[in-house]
């Protein structure tokens, strides 16, 4: 599995940017996907995660009722739709899929994108 991940960019604060991943395979293949992000000297921090079917969802304490996560498994892609964005969301968003699903909680995932920049200007 292949994951491209893109829609990066600069951005005020307030503002939005909508991130797409796309999978290399039928997302049919694999199970829940998910987004993480990278600040530089930070670990890496659990975004949100989208089970096959689109209807559960999981989101980090720090994003929630800002950012939505979709999927359309008929292209293959994966969605995160991230308004009133802060200059604390600037990191390299990474997307990532995994073969288990939600129904236990966020799952491993042993597949990752190769990240998208954000920038949040204050």
């Known amino acids: 599995v292949q994951l491209q991940a893109s829609g990066g960019g600069l951005v005020q604060a307030g503002g939005s940017l909508r991130l797409s991943c796309a999978a290399s395979v039928r997302t049919f293949s694999i199970n829940t996907m998910g987004w993480f992000r990278q600040a530089p000297g930070e670990e890496r921090e659990f975004v949100a995660a989208?089970?096959?079917?689109?209807?559960?969802?999981y989101y980090g304490d720090s994003v929630k009722g800002r950012f939505t996560i979709s999927r359309d498994n008929a292209k293959n892609t994966v969605y995160l739709q991230m308004d009133s964005l802060k200059p604390e969301d600037t990191a390299v968003y990474y997307c990532?899929?995994?073969?288990?699903?939600?129904?236990?909680?966020?799952?491993?995932?042993?597949?990752w994108g190769q990240g998208t920049q954000v920038t949040v200007s204050s």
């Open positions: 990532a899929a995994s073969v288990r699903g939600l129904a236990s909680g966020v799952p491993s995932f042993g597949y």
């Open positions: 989208i089970s096959w079917s689109g209807v559960r969802s």
